[in-house]
């Protein structure tokens, strides 16, 4: 189903990031460059724009915006995790981080393999009892079945990485949402669009079947050209779920720019598109005429923004710290205390300016599991 994709990462093709060692110097250097001898003043207000967007969001370090208060911790609860994603590296920490969270609050927590048959699994979990549920993107308008077994067993349910969006908030079977802010990231994607092409951005999406994340992301997109100029969408391209993985991804991605000449610059909805068209398109010599972004952080597409080999930025939300807001908004619920309208999760652009260490996803520059641990009143 569509939103399986947003979290894909393809383990069959991490093995092609051994093959782009060589590297190259970042794209958007000489796209920009380009674009900046033609002298367009209406560029050239565009950079500057899309320069004083981003500034915010390239900053290595976040400052606390999560609560300042919170409920000790509430004792003997059983939480569910819904392991829909197994095949994922952001799923497995955000699994392994809520295993974490958990521990510290000292509750029992059960992971529940999800993967095969989404409404089965849901049914299985709420056999067990639990006191709540978590799940890592659940979707109002495609797991309906789902979350209307959830709003039955009347069994709070945080779901965190989706947005905030109509499918989800009015949905009884989604108790509360950690925000990413996805149409901030498609603003984001637009603004560094604009910079890496010099302000004239003529940006080709790469996406999933519609879902309320990937359409709050292209919405921003357009209301960004739209608001501060610098570009446009110039074309729009479904890539199915079932090649995601295979060798047909990366023709997909080839066929997309060769069969679009006009786009300058791609949008991968996320990194699992990204893994697999950001190799294709190099071996294809199209690296640095259509320069790529893509959001999630996984460890390889860092790799492909730090060895220059087309992926040039990368939408980083702060999964581990998204992880232990869950289990404070959990713990607000067991002690009847209000939620936080927004748990203050980081987002941040990544660019080879301030990625953060091989090996290591975005962490916000900030201690959140010791923060949460001293509003809890917990070691």
Known sequence: MPVSTRLF????????TALLSAGCARPDHSVAAAAAASGSTAGGGAVAAARKFTAPYLSTSATW???????KAATGKTVVYLNRWAFSETNSYVLATARKAAAALGWKFIAVDVSKDFDAGVAQALELKPDAVISIVTEGDSDSKALAQIAAAKVPHIDFTIGTTNYNLKNPGIT???????????QLVAAEAVLATGGKAR???LHAAPNSSNRQEIQGIKDYFAKYG???VAADQQVSDGILGTPQLGQAAVAFIQGHPEVNIVWDEFDGIAVGAVPAVRAAGLAAKVPQISHEGDAPNLNFIRNGTGQIADIAPSYGWATWAAFDDLNRIFNKTALPKDDGVPLRLLTKDNLPPAGQRYEGGFDYAAKYRALWDVK
Do not use: K
């Not at 990462?9 to 092609?16: D, G, M, V």
């Open 203 to 205: 940006l080709g999406l």
């Open 176 to 186: 509360h949402i950690v925000d990413y802010h996805y149409y901030l990231q498609g």
């Open 65 to 71: 915006q999560g609560p300042t208060s919170s409920p």
């Open 9 to 16: 990462t393809a383990a069959a093709l991490l093995s092609a």
């Open 230 to 232: 610098g570009g446009s």
